[in-house]
């Protein structure tokens, strides 16, 4: 498991029953996620943007404000802090279909991490909206760990889902060469990064579903 550590001890904590006995996870980290020393301040009449569960975690409280989300997870996660969000599709591209749509008569403002992929904000202020951005959090790379590189030599088979193109693009530089490794990538964006490693399966959707339903396949095919 490569994601963010808490990322990644939930998508273990919550993988199928009939899944969970079949896998030994080994968690090493290719991201830490540091926030930035304050949350911004925002107006009252922003519509704010969340492309990812960290950026609500470490941005303000929604004190009733509206939001765009992308995924399920996030839109959860932004109702809970008092965000009246809403999910524009499962990925980037949804998202700023979705809100270039609609007249561009708000002030948005993407909170984010400092590395992002998707280019929301240009996108949208290409189709006329006024967006704003407001960096909440880093990632900073981090090394592939002992056990991990000891799981990726040791002959078992061994299963590498990749989450996020610059997960990806880390694991691909880091990773031995080894010939009994399956990696699965979340989405074609993901698979892309991890080139030049073989990626064996898509997930059929950019959701932690799909991840569980690839990863379950692939021990099934053994």
Known sequence: MTRPLAAAQRFVQEMPADLAPRVTPVFSPLLR?????????????????????????????????????VGARTTAQANARGWSAQMAGQDAD??????????????????????????????LRAAGHPVTEAIVYDQVLQPLNEAAQAALIGGDATIVPLFSPR????????????????VIALSGAVAKAAHP???????????AAAMYDAIRQAISAG
């Open 94 to 123: 949804a998202l700023v279909t979705q809100i270039a749509g609609h007249p561009p008569n708000v002030v948005l403002v993407h909170m984010r991490g400092r590395h992002t992929r998707g280019d929301i904000a240009n996108r």
């Open 33 to 69: 996620i540091d926030p930035m020393a304050e949350a911004p301040s925002l107006a009252p009449d922003v519509v704010v943007i969340f492309s990812s569960a960290n950026a609500v975690q470490y941005g303000p409280d929604g004190a009733g404000r509206a939001a765009y989300c």
């Open 197 to 207: 490693l073989t990626v064996h399966d898509l997930a059929a959707r950019p959701d």
């Open 167 to 182: 997960t990806a693009l880390e694991f691909a530089k880091q990773a031995p060469r080894a010939t009994c490794v399956h």
